[in-house]
């Protein structure tokens, strides 16, 4: 997945010393571990709303950072950010009034239920947070993910992301089952083939002497590929693990924060309640703000037991920026926004699949959408038209990125506020690209 539509050193020769020179110099600091997007990277240096700007003056429309989920520098977060930062910053064992008035807000968005949170600084330590909670309550060991899942970077956590790649080897206690069906003629199979999966994954556990911990999963599988629908597919699966001593744990850190429109968090489309619902940096803006939320009586005995401590996840800088983003999008209409324009770009989007075949099933919810495509003459999954779309996108001032094993599915998921004009340019531009391949 990270080295997916990464820069390579042959295509250094098309950029100009300047570029070339910082990328000398990254590689030299940073080491070969970090990638960059591209054939031909951006040299970014300021941000506005939906819109990014590089270096020689030209704009970009960003269709690719869910993390700025309410735009980039958004004025209010910024300026909560700055006056809390101005004030004080310190660690969550002192008392202070504003991760309890964030965490306040927060809850009171999920069901009632999830009663209480905790915080941390990257979605990687929520989950892996979560993952902890879940082992010691249910007393097992056993996690079922989905074949591309990506849930994070610890290494705990990155032996439950198959998307990380085979050079990091699975968990033992991991089982990986496949992404949903796509079947609108069928929606009814959705549900019962993927709840069969999660049977046949506890089933091959317990031979195996591993008792189940959870089901992970991202509630609109984007790194698979996205699959949204149809609504409350989910429910069989979440209930085949509770069934086995398991629980639920729903990744939100890219469905959620009024992402598919209809809902503030993905899991409520499948009318589910999870045991466990782990956020990430959406939740600030892109500030190192991250957390989880949970049903107190599992978090009491790990709470008895274990105790936890996060030096700087809650600080009141967090907590200021926190707010100010779950306020951004309930006072902006942003939830609203998503459902509408979200609409907009999949049905334009259907539109240009009818007249362009190398564009397949278009999938999502709200503003995040999955569009696969396909070699016209043999169905095949395309992953390298997928590529040159995204690069050829990208000269036209339009960024986004690609999802989904065979790397083929266009990824697209623009912040909150992108407008029915921005949706617009990026159907054209778009249209533009097609009819040049």
Not at 65 to 72: D, L, R
Not at 130 to 151: K, M, N
Not at 186 to 198: D, I, L
Not at 337 to 354: D, K, R, T, Y
Request: charged share 20%; hydrophobic share 45%.
């Amino acid at each position: 997945m990270l080295k997916v539509n990464a820069f390579q050193a042959e295509h250094a020769e098309a950029l100009d010393s300047a570029q070339r020179a910082m990328i000398e110099r990254r590689q030299r600091l940073l080491g070969p571990a970090y990638q960059l997007f591209y054939e031909q990277p951006l040299h970014l240096v300021s941000g506005s709303g939906a819109w990014l700007q590089d270096r020689a003056g030209r704009r970009y429309l960003d269709l690719y950072n869910n993390v700025a989920s309410v735009g980039h520098c958004h004025p209010r977060v910024v300026q909560a950010l700055a006056g809390q930062a101005a004030q004080l910053n310190t660690h969550t064992r002192y008392l202070h009034e504003g991760v309890l008035d964030y965490a306040e807000k927060l809850l009171a968005t999920l069901p009632v239920e999830l009663g209480q949170a905790m915080f941390t600084c990257t979605g990687s330590e929520a989950n892996d947070l979560a993952l902890r909670i879940a082992r010691d309550y249910s007393g097992g060991t056993g996690v079922i993910v989905t074949r591309y899942a990506y849930h994070g970077m610890t290494l705990a956590i990155a032996e439950l992301s198959p998307s990380v790649g085979d050079y990091v080897p699975l968990s033992r206690d991991c089982r990986v089952i496949d992404a949903p069906l796509h079947d609108p003629l069928h929606p009814e199979r959705v549900g019962q083939v993927f709840a069969n999966q999660v049977r046949a994954a506890i089933a091959d556990m317990q031979r195996h002497g591993i008792r189940p911990a959870a089901l992970l999963v991202d509630t609109l599988f984007t790194s698979d590929g996205v699959f949204a629908d149809p609504p409350g597919f989910l429910a069989p699966a979440v209930q085949a693990i509770r069934e086995a001593g398991g629980l639920f744990i729903a990744d939100e850190v890219q469905p959620g924060f009024a992402r598919t429109g209809s809902h503030m968090w993905g899991f409520e489309r499948h009318g589910l309640v999870p045991d466990l619902v782990t956020m990430g940096k959406p939740m600030g803006n892109g500030h190192p703000l991250a957390g989880l939320a949970v049903r107190p009586h599992i978090a009491q005995r790990f709470g008895q037991h274990a105790s936890y401590f996060n030096t700087f996840g809650g600080n009141p800088v967090s907590a200021a920026v926190g707010l100010a983003v779950l306020q951004v999008i309930e006072e902006e209409g942003l939830q609203a926004n998503a459902l509408q324009v979200g609409g907009l770009l999949m049905q334009g989007l259907q539109s240009l699949a009818a007249d362009h075949p190398v564009l397949a099933e278009v999938r999502g919810a709200g503003l995040f959408l999955g569009v696969d495509i396909r070699q016209p003459d043999s169905g095949t999954l395309d992953s390298a038209t997928a590529r040159r779309l995204v690069n050829n996108l990208r000269d036209e001032g339009m960024l986004i990125g690609v999802a989904g094993a065979a790397n083929s599915t266009l990824k697209i998921r623009p912040p909150l506020c992108f407008s029915q004009d921005q949706a617009g340019q990026f159907l054209d531009a778009l249209e533009r690209v097609l009819r040049r391949l």
